[in-house]
């Protein structure tokens, strides 16, 4: 069983940066594909970018340029650096992870994911 728990949300200018992080604990890390999505009020829930077992990336076209996914398996821990930030990427950003062997493709599909954090605010004012 893995427990996720993201930090790093907050008030931010548009133009402005913040670092997510997702502590995982349980499980053997290293043998989980990881993924950021988020949820803006009203809408749907929605992939911003994913990271493979053995590091490769996945963004939604709208995030590219300007967020970046990476992980640190010693630590347990995956981010998402989001920079250039704009009003329209306001929405609670969740970290989700899923045990897989090492030759499947990454997914943008929720219902992929067995273990989710509690999510965490991302406010971009203008």
């Known amino acids: 069983q893995v427990q996720l728990v993201e930090s790093g949300g907050g008030l931010v200018q548009a133009g402005g940066s913040l670092r997510l992080s997702c502590a995982a604990s349980g499980g053997i890390f290293s043998r989980h594909a990881m993924a950021w999505f988020r949820q803006a009020a009203g809408k749907e829930r929605e992939f911003v970018a994913a990271i493979s077992r053995n590091g490769g990336q996945d963004y939604v076209d709208s995030v590219k340029g300007r967020f970046t996914i990476s992980r640190d398996n010693d630590k347990k821990t995956m981010y998402l650096q989001m920079s250039s930030l704009k009003p329209e990427d306001t929405a609670v950003y969740s970290c989700?992870?899923?045990?897989?062997?090492?030759?499947?493709?990454?997914?943008?599909?929720?219902?992929?994911?067995?273990?989710w954090g509690q999510g965490t605010q991302v406010t971009v004012f203008s």
């Open positions: 989700a992870a899923r045990h897989t062997i090492l030759t499947v493709p990454i997914s943008r599909d929720t219902r992929d994911y067995s273990y």
